[in-house]
């Protein structure tokens, strides 16, 4: 990546602080525009970003070779309805969005002439909230996904991946916006559904004594970032449907060799389970 | 304990095998009774058990002060119908069974004068089986839960508490068996239905690269011992059937406000699961 670029962070939070701290360290020029004032003044007190601004930040805008977007994807859309067409011929950005369809494309479709979109995703874990926990983050053991569309270049699919390598990440991958959303439903949001629900079913906390790791590795992601996460559910919810209705599938048959007291029939839901789950353990 | 005492395993499985050894290590003298000829012979092999048996072994159990049955609930009850008139006057014994109610009842019912069944449930995880892999269980964080009946005297009570501790548990409590039951049918079996649920669901094997710590702690316990487990939950189906329902209508709740786009009705929800699962981090 060149140097000599200008960066711009929109949205401070704790991925979008994560990238001006990696960047700012790795030597780029960052600038960064945040909403409430508290956090903006936090990051430039510790030298996450060189720059920033509130409001009025048109010329920030219109200055960056590149933006990184670390909004939500309601909130992404809204502000480059507003403020996208200032963004400058040359300017190539990317996003840190849990869901692609239906954002990607329109905002695609919103850009000047060249001006790129490039979506991408950085898969990684996140229970705390907020620029002050940016630097906790590890992106290394995580997957930052690459979402190209027809529309993009060849050079700007190189820039993102040049970009998840400098912040750290050492598994990248590309996948199409529909891939991409349809997996999320399954390996991540679905496993938030279950969670919250498994939480949400009874008052259990009286049994916490009782409770072993099974329950407690299951229910950790309970603990849920409860504005993001409507979001990423509202955003994906065809997928994550389709993915509940087939997981519930899968429990009402369970259920169902329960009530016909069918013993070989939960014994062969055990055997696929058990080797399923043995192909995840080899990586 | 009364180190005079004969103590006698039945089933030297993965858990009768540990009892095996860390009363033996106490300096205890154990005997074992094995169906496999080549387990027991491991186990006498390795100085687990003093003498053993597969056949003709009336002589042990009728010179047994103390007995422990390593059996699943049904093969515990076949044997006892058995062989239980060969107990001795004065013999105190216990289980490790997973299910307490429609097993300690009965096998009460069958105790002769002055012979006294004093359940327990050592709620220590096993993704492995077998006397062999007994040396790798630590039964040091697990729960130890005695599940004691009106026919129970508290000198077996504290003899089944004293060899609790002897194995090294740290966490000895006392329930009922229907309160065990409808504790293990939530805490337990239910967090094994869904995560063997999830992995039925559909052939997900292709996602591996792409699931993050979520889905692998999710999944951990989909790995799983197929007899056993179809043991457990048989056993405590009405329960478990009880607790699937009530977590299957958290989980329409959700589904209704992802349809409904209710994005209040799906952040209550959130809040709601990352209070309750802050309770479980305390202790």
């Not at 920033?52 to 805008?61: N, P």
């Not at 990184?68 to 040359?90: D, R, V």
């Amino acid at each position: 990546m060149d140097k000599s670029k200008k960066y711009l962070i929109v949205g401070l939070g704790l991925l979008g602080g994560k990238y001006a701290l990696e960047l700012t360290k790795a030597g780029y020029h960052v600038d960064g525009i945040n909403r409430s004032e508290a956090n903006l003044q936090w990051a430039l007190d510790n030298g996450y970003i060189r720059t920033g601004k509130t409001h009025d930040f048109e010329d920030l805008v219109a200055g960056a070779d590149h933006i990184i977007f670390g909004l939500y994807p309601t909130a992404l859309l809204e502000w480059f309805q507003t403020y996208g067409h200032l963004l400058k011929a040359g300017c190539v950005f990317t996003d840190v969005s849990g869901v692609k369809t239906g954002l990607v494309e329109p905002i695609q479709a919103l850009c000047g002439p060249g001006v790129e979109f490039i979506a991408s995703h950085p898969m990684a874990g996140r229970e705390t909230s907020g620029v002050q926990h940016a630097a906790e983050v590890n992106f290394a053991p995580a997957n930052f996904i690459i979402t190209p569309t027809e529309k993009n270049t060849p050079e700007a699919i190189e820039w993102v991946r040049q970009l998840a390598q400098t912040l750290g990440f050492e598994h990248i991958t590309t996948l199409s916006c529909a891939e991409h959303d349809k997996m999320i439903g399954y390996v991540s949001q679905l496993c938030h559904a279950i969670a919250v629900s498994l939480m949400c079913a009874n008052d259990n906390t009286s049994l916490s004594e009782y409770t072993g790791d099974s329950f407690r590795d299951l229910t950790r992601i309970a603990r849920i970032n409860d504005k993001m996460w409507a979001e990423l559910f509202l955003w994906n919810r065809d997928n994550l449907i389709a993915e509940i209705d087939q997981f519930d599938g899968a429990l009402q048959q369970l259920k169902a060799d329960l009530i016909r007291g069918d013993r070989e029939g939960l014994e062969e839901m055990f055997r696929l389970s058990t080797r399923r789950r043995a192909a995840f353990d080899k990586k």
